[in-house]
């Protein structure tokens, strides 16, 4: 069945660098794209960007200048980088998938993790 | 950035209820509106996919709707596991936006 889960740190100090990583399963990176997604603590939703089946990326414009995405696909595995980290980057980040051609768009999602920045 | 209005924030409700959310598009997103449950600590389910399909699964009390620019989801006859935030999404265009989100409480 059709699985994503989401790994890294729990804490991450200002200023520093937040990896995490997509493990997927069930369905294959170079037919879908998975999407990354956060969410701050009690507040709504937000995209932040994706990794196309193609190997292609897009981004939040908001957070381009600090965000990478790459994949492994060997390992079934979508990363995401975001360094200069603030305090307001508190929150619970996501994983989620859409097919190609939006078909369908976000149906299933990781567990979430939940990420604190502080010192 | 097409921005999705959600309404209301917030709304008390009591079990059997009829309870409607909407959002509203800033431009035109045609069918490509999901709808989201998100309970707490849990990650968001899609509820509504293409503004009126229903997902896999979801009771069948609940629907999707869109007039013109305005796209809402109605929970007819409200049980207690519905007691949710809701979440509305656009992905016409990029980047996907979300709605600010509803909650919903029991009196």
């Known amino acids: 069945q059709v699985q994503l889960k989401e790994s890294g740190p729990g804490l991450v100090q200002p200023s520093q660098t ?5 493990t997927v399963s069930g369905f294959s990176l170079t037919s879908y794209n998975v999407h990354w997604v956060r969410q701050p603590p009690g507040k709504g939703l937000e995209w932040m960007g994706r990794m196309r089946y193609n190997g292609d990326t897009s981004y939040n414009s908001a957070l381009k200048s600090r965000l990478s995405i790459s994949r492994d696909t060997s390992k079934n595995q979508v990363f995401l980088k ?9 929150g ?22 939940m990420v604190t920045v502080s010192s | 950035d097409i921005q999705m209005t959600q309404s209301p924030s917030s709304m008390s409700v009591s079990l059997g209820d009829t309870v409607t959310i909407t959002c509203r598009a800033s431009q035109d997103v045609g069918i490509y ?25 979801v009771p069948s009390r609940f629907s999707g709707s869109r007039s013109g620019s305005d796209y809402s989801l109605t929970i007819s006859s409200l049980e207690s596991e519905d007691v949710a935030d809701y979440h509305c999404l656009q992905y016409d265009e990029y980047p996907p936006t979300f709605g600010a989100g509803t909650k919903l409480e029991l009196k």
């Open chain 1, 82 to 90: 975001m360094n200069s980290l603030q305090t307001d980057d508190t």
């Open chain 1, 18 to 22: 937040l990896s995490l990583t997509c």
């Open chain 2, 33 to 57: 509106v999901n709808w989201f449950q998100q309970k707490p600590g849990k990650s968001p389910r899609r509820m509504i996919y293409r503004a009126t399909n229903l997902a896999d699964g």
């Open chain 1, 92 to 113: 619970t980040y996501y994983c989620t998938r859409a097919g190609r051609w939006t078909i369908p768009f976000f149906d299933y999602w990781g567990q979430g993790v």
